[in-house]
């Protein structure tokens, strides 16, 4: 993520997003339920697998859920659990259509980013989801937000500038940014277990893409043809980076180079790299105008929040409500 939006598009994810729930209006008497909602049960299990789903995403994160924060957590998605089932069974009230073809999309859109249907089922395993109820849940969750944009978000007024101006000032503490470098690079890798024979060959390959780089061949075109990693597509662009974004031996060449300055070869874990640094950033704080779209999004973002939990508070009031 990049600096400028690290703050806002973090607290933007955390008003917004509501999970969807696996109801059940004739289940069983064995079943266990964490709740019902004027008698359409949410799971135990259901409730488990959003606890651990969370607790696992904030793993990647390098968020570690503490035992003494599990009870609370438990009780706060139990919560926006059963908020979200109440939002969709509104949204069965309303003239909302049938969007079942939405969803099959979704489903199928879901699958196409796991690379492959061995993976995706992998994931579901290990997280304790049914394919039936990941596809219940993606059905109610078309269908909650269809209702909220057509009965909730249509209240909602515009930003004004008053309102993100004030933003800005409250947090422009937050948006110092430190020393950044533009880079672009030619990987060629070497596996940890390969051969004395398969480094030498890597080597004279890197060599030669420098000596041609040196010469004055685009950069760009060399890494586009010849480099061994995703931003090989993008001519090698890795973007803007900060200290501690790379590995030690690649940013501390990075930043010791000057604009449109090619690197000698570096060694790291991933191979060997030869780099240009295509543009330099000293610190600073972000500008209003730099900005003004992520505070637009994020206040944006809030108010949506806000007005889901007036809909939920006034649904809650018609509502019965058993905690089990």
């Not at 890795?238 to 604009?259: H, I, N, Q, R, W």
Request: neutral net charge; glycine residues 4%; charged residues 35%.
């Amino acid at each position: 993520m990049r600096i400028r939006n690290a703050w806002f598009l973090a607290a933007a994810a955390a008003m917004l997003t509501l999970s969807c729930v696996v109801s059940s209006n004739a289940a069983s008497q064995k079943e266990n339920f964490a709740a019902k909602v004027n008698g359409a049960g949410i799971k135990a299990v259901t409730l488990d697998a959003a606890v651990n789903n969370y607790i696992e995403n904030q793993k990647m994160f390098g968020v570690i859920v503490k035992d003494e924060e599990k009870d609370k957590l438990k009780k706060d998605i139990l919560n926006e659990l059963v908020s979200a089932e109440l939002l969709y069974q509104a949204s069965q009230k309303a003239d909302l259509g049938d969007l079942s073809k939405d969803a099959d999309s979704q489903l199928e859109n879901i699958k196409k980013g796991f690379g492959s249907d061995q993976e995706f089922q992998k994931v579901l395993k290990e997280r304790g989801i049914e394919i039936k109820d990941l596809k219940e849940d993606i059905k109610k969750g078309i269908y909650i937000n269809a209702y909220l944009e057509k009965n909730i978000f249509p209240k909602l007024s515009p930003v004004t500038e008053d309102e993100k101006k004030q933003e800005y000032e409250t947090n422009k503490d937050k948006l110092n940014v430190p020393d950044e470098v533009k880079a672009s690079h030619v990987l060629i890798k070497v596996e940890e277990k390969a051969t004395p024979e398969e480094k030498q060959k890597a080597r004279e390959k890197i060599d030669a893409l420098r000596a041609r780089a040196m010469s004055g061949e685009d950069f760009m075109k060399l890494a586009k043809e010849n480099s061994q990693d995703g931003s090989a597509s993008n001519g090698g662009d890795l973007g803007y980076f900060k200290k501690g974004d790379m590995v030690k031996p690649f940013e501390d060449t990075a930043f010791g180079l000057e604009k449109d300055q090619i690197s000698p070869v570096i060694e790291t874990q991933f191979g060997y790299h030869v780099l240009k640094v295509t543009d330099k950033k000293a610190a600073h704080t972000l500008t209003y105008e730099e900005v003004s779209k992520d505070i637009e999004k994020f206040l944006m973002n809030k108010h949506r929040r806000d007005e889901v939990n007036k809909a939920v508070e006034l649904l809650k009031k018609d509502a019965k409500i058993d905690i089990m």
